[in-house]
């Protein structure tokens, strides 16, 4: 007996399997359950898509294959290119590489050759140094002899000229029965008939000033106190040189030179300068009125003389002031220096210490002198006070002028300058009168001063 068919879950039949072939599910390989397949026309247009994309598809690797192909051809021509290229680079690099060798073997010579042209200029050079220090050696000797040689000629034509004069002074003394006159500096009208007596009497001149003037260092320290003057005047004449009487061992010229001042010196001792001449300074022998004579008008910018006026007669120290005046250029100085006799103790001891010491030149005589002979303005410089001033001024109860009258300036330095035209400006710095800083009687207002010291 047959059981009775059970009514559907959703109250509905089931589908008959020959009028849904669509519902078919596809099996599911994974044990599931079947999935069911997609619609006829669904598959037509998925197979119609696949067969369009592969046409596409083909077409572009045709197409790749043309492009591929061109690159092909382009890279091996452009290979083609490079090998050519790298060709004509190998074939440049071995003639830049012949020419390299070239080039160093052709150094290589010209280096070996530059050594030996080296070798040989710097023997050559060698020589030619050699050469020129023996001509500055045989100049310097070849100087040297000049100069002892015009030296000892200027000796013996001064020997000559005094032998003269004594024979001359003996010849009249004769005549006359009595005696000639002793010589006095700068005159030749007296002599003595010994002939080596003069010499004699300059190596004892030269052996006393070495031993009682002071060592040149310090006769250079002390005479820098005219090197401003000096300089002025140079500088307001132009640089003219200048000329320095009485010379002595040349410490003023030394100085000179230093400051860059074309100078000259005259003394009338050769024991005195020949160590100068040695050391190079341009020193002549002679006379100091003969070489003021010698000097053009306004030829030179300073005259300088050091201790010297009080050697001579003041005849002679008159024309040496007047003398000087004519050889100055305008604006150009005269500096006198001597002994100041103001100072007790040398005025009484010291002046007399040198035997050819004639007469003291105080400062008034000087200065009256020097502005008689023209020169304006005139200065007083009193130098060198004693080194117990300070220790005496300190003393209690030692009176003070006493002090300046013992140890005050022991020098007098007379500095006159040549006036310049009227139309020239006046320099106030050089002092207004006719002594500078001096009133009108004449009578030095510094007298004495020791803050005046320093000087030669």
């Not at 021509?77 to 052709?106: M, Y």
């Not at 050559?124 to 140094?129: G, K, L, Y």
């Not at 004769?174 to 002793?182: C, F, L, R, S, V």
Request: aromatic share 4%; charged share 30%.
């Amino acid at each position: 007996m047959t059981e009775p068919e059970q009514p559907h879950p959703q109250g509905r039949e089931p589908a008959s399997r020959e009028t849904a072939p669509a519902d078919r599910k596809a099996p599911d390989h994974r044990g599931g359950e079947t999935k069911p397949r997609p619609p006829l026309h669904k598959r037509l247009e998925r197979g119609l898509t696949a067969l369009f994309k592969l046409g596409r598809t083909e077409e572009m690797a045709k197409r790749a294959s043309r492009s591929v192909a061109r690159i092909d051809d382009a890279l091996s021509e452009l290979r083609q290119h490079v090998d050519d290229a790298l060709s004509e680079l190998r074939q440049h690099v071995d003639g830049l590489q012949q020419n390299i060798e070239r080039t160093t073997d052709h150094t290589n010579r010209l280096q070996v050759g530059f050594e030996k042209q080296s070798d040989d200029l710097l023997e050559a050079f060698d020589r030619v140094q050699s050469a020129d220090v023996a001509v500055e050696r045989a100049t310097a000797e070849r100087t040297t002899l000049r100069r002892e040689l015009s030296l000892r000629l200027d000796a013996l034509e001064l020997a000559v000229r005094n032998m003269t004069a004594r024979l001359a002074g003996a010849g009249r003394g004769a005549e006359t029965g009595g005696h000639a006159p002793p010589a006095l500096p700068g005159d030749t009208s007296a002599a003595d008939t010994d002939p080596d007596h003069a010499a004699f009497l300059d190596r004892f001149y030269r052996a006393f000033e070495d031993r009682h003037r002071g060592s040149e260092e310090k006769i250079m320290r002390r005479l820098r106190v005219y090197l401003p003057v000096v300089k002025e005047a140079s500088a307001r004449t132009g640089g003219r040189p200048a000329l320095d009487l009485g010379c002595g061992r040349g410490e003023w010229l030394t100085l000179l030179r230093e400051a860059g001042i074309t100078a000259t010196g005259v003394d009338s001792n050769p024991e005195q300068i020949a160590d100068a001449i040695e050391r190079g300074l341009d020193i002549r022998l002679g006379d100091v009125l003969a070489a003021l004579d010698e000097a053009e008008d306004g030829s030179l910018s300073v005259i300088t003389a050091h201790h010297v006026v009080e050697h001579l007669p003041f005849d002679l120290v008159v024309r040496l002031v007047r003398r000087a005046f004519r050889a100055l250029a305008p604006g150009g100085v005269l500096i006198v220096e001597t002994p100041n006799t103001s100072n007790v103790l040398v005025g009484a001891t010291t002046f007399f210490t040198d035997p050819t010491h004639l007469k003291p030149m105080p400062e008034h005589i000087l200065g009256v002198l020097f502005e008689t002979a023209g020169y304006a303005p005139v200065r007083l410089m009193h130098l060198n006070p004693h080194e117990r001033l300070e220790d005496a001024l300190a003393r209690p109860g030692f009176d003070a002028e006493v002090a300046h009258l013992l140890y005050g300036p022991q020098d007098l330095g007379v500095v006159g300058t040549k006036p310049e035209p009227m139309d020239a400006p006046f320099d106030v710095a050089l002092g207004g009168g006719p002594l500078d800083g001096n009133p009108v009687d004449g009578n030095p207002v510094d007298r004495g001063s020791p803050d005046r010291g320093g000087g030669a």
